[in-house]
């Protein structure tokens, strides 16, 4: 696991920790030293710590004008037992939030797994993107399928062409723009 790297291609577009704005404004990273784990296997460094003990996220596009936030995610999602959902969405999704932010994109196909727990951060996230949305990208099969049975997949939009954008490709706005898309023909807007 260490040697999955979150997405560095977008750097000359975006940067969290000098963006003044960002939660992880002024973060200082190490490039040798792997301090943290996902169970016993070393992540790198690159990867931001979110308070969970096997959830980490990198924050790799945020477009204020655009309102619009894509992060990619590796770990564990564990409701169950770390409540991750309460913490990505106190520490992490209302501070981009409060800059006007209102549409998600989650890059999870570095998610090995979800654990359920009740719905009520992701039904409040959902409410309060009121004109945006809450976009699951690249998810892994069972991951979905174990949202769908938590009924999580009522507040977000996964599954589908959603599983099969190369993103990597596209620049953030591209994304954005196709995401955006199959959003709005998702929810006939």
């Known amino acids: 696991m260490q040697d999955i790297e979150p997405y560095y291609n ?12 960002s939660p992880f404004y002024e973060r ?13 296997y070393l992540i790198h460094p690159q ?34 037992i770390n409540n991750d959902i309460m913490t990505l969405k106190r520490d992490i999704i209302e501070p981009i939030m409060e800059h006007g932010i209102n549409k998600f994109i989650l890059i999870g196909e570095n998610i090995l797994n979800f654990h359920a727990s009740d719905d009520c951060y992701y ?10 949305w809450i976009a699951f990208l690249n998810f892994r ?13 009522y507040y977000i939009v996964s599954g589908g062409q959603l599983n099969d954008i190369a993103w990597r490709t596209s620049s953030p706005q591209q994304l ?10 998702r929810i006939g807007a």
Not at 28 to 40: G, L, Q
Not at 51 to 78: C, H, R
Not at 141 to 153: S, T
Not at 176 to 185: G, I, P, R, S, Y
């Open 10 to 21: 977008w750097r000359h577009h975006y940067i969290a920790s000098e963006d003044e704005r």
């Open 28 to 40: 200082e990273y190490s490039e040798f030293e792997y301090t943290n784990a996902i169970y016993n």
């Open 47 to 80: 990867w931001d710590d979110i308070n969970s003990p096997t959830l980490y996220i990198k924050i790799l596009s945020v477009d204020y004008d655009q309102k619009f936030a894509i992060i990619e995610m590796i770990g564990e999602w564990n409701d169950c």
């Open 123 to 132: 039904e409040e996230w959902f409410e309060e993107v009121e004109d945006g």
């Open 141 to 153: 099969k069972h991951v979905l399928d174990e949202f769908q049975q938590a009924n999580i997949d």
């Open 176 to 185: 954005f723009e196709k995401v955006e898309l199959f959003v709005q023909k």
